[in-house]
């Protein structure tokens, strides 16, 4: 038996509200003599970063973090208090989150659809941006106030100190990021369902 296939037109307004060129792959869903279409592409919840992009910020903000002590010829270096691994976490953790954040955010934005759903997304873009700077300054230090209430005077020696620092900032730029590709996202595809019989023609072959 030969395999039927179906042409569905798809209204101009339909296309234009989904962002959909021609040519371009879609998903089409047939229920209830209702059709369900979608532009076919990776869903942002299971991306995978790859591990140069995670990697970068982190491999520099410690090479930051080495430099900077042996400069000042700090060899041992305290948890917490003035010229602390604390102290380096919430600032270069600050500055290397919010970059990762931002690049997370703006790559992620290039796969969504839809005119009215990219606006929306620059839209929020510095509002999420500043509420998580804001949020990672608050959460880093009060995590490192009960570290230091906990471990009251603790130091290192400059090479573990780098360790324990690229630990912290590896963790930091991972939460970032992954707050960047799921949380507060607007719909990047919202699917669009038609009667056929109404707002498309199905021509059978």
Do not use: C, H, W
């Given at each position: 038996m030969a395999k039927e296939t179906h042409h569905v037109v798809i209204?101009?307004?339909?296309?234009?509200?989904?962002?959909?060129k021609d040519g371009e792959q879609v998903e089409v869903t047939l229920k209830d003599k209702e059709a369900v279409i979608r532009p076919k592409r990776t869903d942002t919840g299971?991306?995978?970063?790859?591990?140069?992009?995670?990697?970068?910020p982190t491999v520099l903000a410690g090479i930051a973090f080495?430099?900077?002590?042996?400069?000042?010829?700090?060899?041992?270096?305290?948890?917490?208090g003035?010229?602390?691994?604390a102290q380096m976490v919430i600032v270069l953790g600050e500055l290397s989150g919010i970059a990762t954040f931002a690049v997370a955010y703006i790559q992620n934005h290039r796969q969504i659809h839809g005119r009215d759903h990219r606006r929306r997304y620059w839209r929020i873009?510095?509002?999420?941006?500043?509420?998580?700077?804001?949020?990672?300054?608050f959460v880093t230090s009060v995590f490192f106030w009960v570290?230091?209430?906990?471990?009251?005077?603790?130091?290192?020696?400059?090479?573990?100190?780098?360790?324990?620092?690229?630990?912290?900032?590896?963790?930091?730029?991972?939460?970032?990021?992954?707050?960047?590709?799921?949380?507060?996202q607007p719909p990047s595809s919202q699917p669009c369902f038609f009667r056929p019989s109404l707002a498309a023609s199905l021509a059978r072959l």
């Open positions: 209204p101009d307004a339909i296309m234009e509200d989904l962002d959909i299971t991306q995978t970063i790859s591990l140069r992009f995670f990697l970068i080495l430099a900077y002590f042996i400069y000042f010829q700090i060899l041992q270096v305290p948890m917490t003035k010229n602390s691994i873009f510095p509002t999420m941006l500043l509420s998580f700077a804001i949020i990672l300054a570290i230091g209430y906990m471990f009251e005077g603790v130091s290192f020696d400059i090479y573990t100190a780098t360790g324990l620092f690229l630990l912290f900032i590896s963790i930091v730029n991972y939460l970032m990021i992954y707050s960047a590709l799921f949380d507060f």
